[in-house]
């Protein structure tokens, strides 16, 4: 239960000040038994960043929840979040069966939802087991994070996307394939990304699955874009996601190596879909997620926006 880690950050002051953020920026505040108001960040998007409203609406769905764990989460985003207002969270307590509970959570800003999600939690336990292999790519020791861009790449980026590119973050990124964000070359749709938060973390289930449900909006989509050499410097892209999907299948810490591997098996109708597993260094998958987003190539003269707005698109 969310609440747990909640009142276990009193060593906050120690941790990074940045993961810090993020952590309080999920907590939440509740104002009645069922709904909760979130704050935002901005940190480069064109709008609220959708990871940080995934995390935040798996939060209030864990606030109604005792003794159990979530085990998987569908959400549409249905307009763009506005990083200067609150967000309020609805949940619905849907059912709570003797094994499974299943929330509601609708997003709110400006009297109109910008998210629905629902998630199903479950009690711990056995049965089983099988999963797909790790593939087989470098360790992230000697990998370069995402922010070592070069100076002379950055400088031809836009300066919102610039900020999202390169400023520091909670979490550490190593890809694995280096991506020239220029002049990219077309290549398979796929991608992977070593993933660590910056400092250590209680050892609270709740807090990692919230922190792995925000990184799980990182770098996703993109991978639908591969195999068309599309330069996000140019302007004349607009990447919008419109759902996203989330399992988690075992255990993990999300303070420590996560390797994100990414496919895109088909992008059409202005449509990107991709599909992503999470997998610990000695192979274990414990996570898997899947999104589809709008895609669309425009003449840079009349893209006013680096996103299309959720209810425009």
């Known amino acids: 239960m969310v609440v747990a880690w909640t009142t ?56 109604t929840v005792e003794n159990r764990v979530a085990h998987s989460l569908h959400a549409y985003f249905l307009r763009r979040g ?16 003797g094994s499974f509970s299943n929330r509601r959570v609708v ?9 629905n999600l629902a998630a199903s939690f479950q009690n711990p336990e056995t049965g089983l087991e099988h999963q797909v292999a790790m593939p087989d790519v470098p360790a992230p020791d000697g ?6 861009l070069a100076a002379d790449v950055l400088d031809k980026i836009p300066v919102k996307m610039r900020r999202f590119m390169a400023d520091e973050r909670p979490f550490e990124f190593r890809p694995v394939e280096q991506t020239e964000l220029d002049s990219p070359t077309r290549g398979e749709p796929a991608k992977h990304v070593w993933i660590r938060a910056l400092d250590t973390l209680p ?57 994100y591997s990414m496919e895109s098996p088909n992008a059409g109708g ?9 997998f610990t260094t000695d192979g274990r998958l414990v996570a898997t997620t899947s999104q589809e987003g709008l895609v669309r190539v425009v003449d840079p003269s009349r893209a006013r926006r680096r996103s299309a707005p959720r209810d425009q698109a």
């Open 8 to 63: 276990r950050l009193s060593n906050a002051a120690k941790m990074h000040p940045i993961l810090a953020d993020l952590i309080q920026l999920l907590k939440l505040e509740r104002i009645e038994d069922n709904i909760f108001r979130g704050a935002s960040r901005d940190i480069g998007s064109p709008q609220v960043f959708g990871g940080q409203v995934l995390g935040q609406a798996l939060s209030a769905a864990q606030h």
């Open 82 to 97: 506005d990083i200067e207002a609150p967000i309020i969270y609805e949940v619905d307590r849907a059912r709570d069966g």
């Open 107 to 115: 997003a709110i800003q400006h009297g109109r939802p910008i998210l």
């Open 143 to 148: 990998l370069r994070d995402l922010t070592h």
């Open 203 to 259: 050892d609270n289930v709740a807090l990692h699955q919230n922190l792995l449900a925000y990184v799980s909006d990182f770098e996703l989509l993109a991978t639908s874009t591969l195999p068309h050499g599309l330069s996000f410097t140019r302007g004349n892209v607009i990447m919008a996601s419109l759902d996203h999907a989330l399992w988690f299948h075992r255990g993990f810490r999300i303070d420590e190596w996560l390797l």
């Open 270 to 278: 202005a449509r990107g879909y991709a599909r992503g597993h999470f």
